[in-house]
Nanobody, 125 residues
């Protein structure tokens, strides 16, 4: 069993930056892909970014490419660095893990075994 806990959300003005953290307990990220998804009010949850199990491959939604980076500090801690934030980035951000042992591809929502509770990011214009 894995518990994921996000932190680092908040309110910023457009152009600002935030760093989201995702801490794992109970088991580590070491053998699974990990990623971030977001859900804006009234919309479907969507993919933001993911990292392969060994950190060798990263994937980003077109809407965040060049502005967001994803990285893992250690076996239990993952980050989403967000820069040049836009109002359309406003959403609840969730971290998740899954994809099976040694999975290197993009992490899709239906592959995720574990989810965090989410953290709100609000970007004002």
């Amino acid at each position: 069993q894995v518990q994921l806990a996000e932190s680092g959300g908040g309110s910023v003005q457009a152009g600002g930056s935030l760093r989201l953290s995702c801490a794992a307990s109970g088991r580590t990220f070491s053998n699974s892909a990990m990623g971030w998804f977001r859900q804006a009010s009234g919309k479907e949850r969507e993919f933001v970014a993911s990292l392969s199990y060994n950190g060798g491959n990263s994937y980003f939604a077109e809407s965040v490419k060049g502005r967001f980076t994803i990285f893992r500090a250690n076996r239990n801690l993952m980050y989403l660095q967000m820069k040049n934030l836009k109002p359309e980035d406003t959403a609840v951000y969730y971290c998740a893990t899954g994809g099976g042992l040694g999975y290197r591809g993009i992490l899709k929502e239906q592959m995720c075994d574990y989810w965090g509770q989410g953290t709100q990011v609000t970007v004002s214009s």
